[in-house]
């Protein structure tokens, strides 16, 4: 970087100057989820990974919530962090969703997007009702029946042999507010269909899915893959819904990989202007 500074052209380093790469976090989870992120991509991105409203450590406001508000939160914490430039956007699952929503309303913002164990679709009238018996359940019993039916269905078989992982996961289900469970239950509820939204991704796309993932098939990334113009799919082996965290060097390679060809999409772009 440089700039003029007093009356001379100052160089200087500042890892701020590394494209910034905002991770959104799945439902009912929080930015701790990216933990192996945080700590083996600092050197190739300025990692931002907020709490949703309501999850992890952010207020636990009453809803209602919606797709649109939590990007729009989002927004709010990029203007904050005055990141004015194009990010890359990935998230998982819940955050999946949420990407696809801020990429509809800002793609001024996005430079690329990573779906991670996500789907473009809404939910289909039984996915819905079962939202509506979630949220009762919440509501009556609180978010501990809702993360004892989840994490059967988490990960992959292997990931359930490392007390590791699945402690850590339930630490992080369990700190979920029961405002933020049913808020977000009645988000995803209500979620437009974003696959009119794929064929219009301008920006490169990373696609991430477990082999093994439960909650979401494969054949959604692979729908997802199809439709978008300029998508890469990774299928990464022995993981379930979770990844980044099942399989955190496979995640991780692909991720560093798109950074790469994202700034040589770049330069390509500089040549042609
Ligand atoms: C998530 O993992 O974020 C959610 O389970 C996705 C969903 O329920 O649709």
Redesign the pocket.
Same mark, same amino acid.
């Given at each position: 970087m440089s700039n003029q500074i007093d009356d001379f052209t100052m160089s200087y380093q500042d890892t701020c100057d590394q494209i910034t790469l905002l991770l959104i976090? +799945?439902?009912?989870?929080d930015s701790a989820m990216w933990e192996m992120q945080m700590q083996e991509l600092p050197d190739v991105a300025r990692i931002v990974a907020p709490d949703l409203r309501g999850h992890g450590r952010s207020d636990a406001v009453p809803g209602p919530y919606s797709m649109k508000l939590f990007s729009d939160d989002i927004a709010g914490l990029l203007d904050y962090l005055n990141i004015d430039g194009p990010v890359v956007v990935g998230g $998982?699952? #819940?955050?999946?969703?949420i990407a696809l929503d801020f990429y509809r309303r800002y793609p001024e913002r996005v430079a690329g997007l990573i779906l991670a164990?996500? !789907?473009a679709g809404a939910?289909s009238e039984e +996915?819905k009702a079962a !939202?509506d018996a979630a949220i009762a359940t919440a509501r009556a019993e609180g978010t501990a029946p809702i993360v004892a039916g #989840?994490l059967p269905k $988490?990960m992959a078989p292997a990931s359930y042999e490392d007390d590791e992982i699945v402690e850590f996961v339930t630490e992080i289900m369990e700190g979920a507010s029961q405002e933020g469970v049913i808020g977000? $239950?009645a988000a #995803?509820r209500d979620r437009p269909d974003s696959t009119p939204t794929l064929a219009e991704i301008d920006v490169p796309t990373l696609i991430v899915h477990g082999a093994e993932d439960k =909650? =979401?098939p494969l054949s959604e990334a692979q729908a997802m893959a199809d439709a978008i113009p300029d998508a890469h799919l990774v299928v990464v082996p022995d993981a379930g819904?979770l990844p980044n965290l099942e399989q955190p060097d496979i995640f991780n390679d692909a991720v560093v990989d798109f950074l790469e060809s994202l700034e040589e999409h770049d330069h390509d772009h500089a040549h042609h202007h």
């Open positions: 976090h +799945g439902f009912p989870l $998982l699952s #819940m955050g999946g969703y164990a996500t !789907r939910d +996915g !939202r #989840m $988490l977000a $239950l #995803m =909650i =979401i819904h």
